[in-house]
Nanobody
Framework: QVQFVESGGDLVQPGGSLRLTCAPS????????MAWHRQAPGQQRELVAR???????NYADSVKGRFTISRDGAKNTVDLQMNNLKPEDTAVYYC?????????????????WGQGTQVTVSS
């Protein structure tokens, strides 16, 4: 069963740093483009960063220069290093493939998301 397990979230002060780790359940994601998303209170989930199987990255404008996505093929993990955190970075952060993993259940597509990890940036 496909699962995404996120960890590393915490309460930090503005300007602080955190490193999030994603551990997909299946090695098939070694060759998939992976991504981090986040969902702030009252907002829709948004794409934060992407990384291809070859290491090409893409970032949302709001995090460019501050966040770095990386992957370790041997460990099958995807990390998000977050520096100079701002209050507006507060959200639940999720990892997934890109596009997000989906499968047919009951005749319809169901997307698979983990529990996410909470990042709170506050004084």
């Amino acid at each position: 069963q496909v699962q995404f397990v996120e960890s590393g979230g915490d309460l930090v002060q503005p300007g602080g740093s955190l490193r999030l780790t994603c551990a997909p359940s299946d090695m098939m994601f070694r060759d998939a483009e992976m991504a981090w998303h986040r969902q702030a209170p009252g907002q829709q989930r948004e794409l934060v960063a992407r990384i291809s199987r070859t290491g090409t990255t893409n970032y949302a404008d709001s995090v460019k220069g501050r966040f770095t996505i990386s992957r370790d093929g041997a460990k099958n993990t995807v990390d998000l290093q977050m520096n100079n955190l701002k209050p507006e970075d507060t959200a639940v952060y999720y990892c997934n493939s890109y596009p997000p993993f989906r499968r047919v259940i009951g005749g319809r597509y169901e997307y698979t998301w983990g529990q996410g990890t909470q990042v709170t940036v506050s004084s």
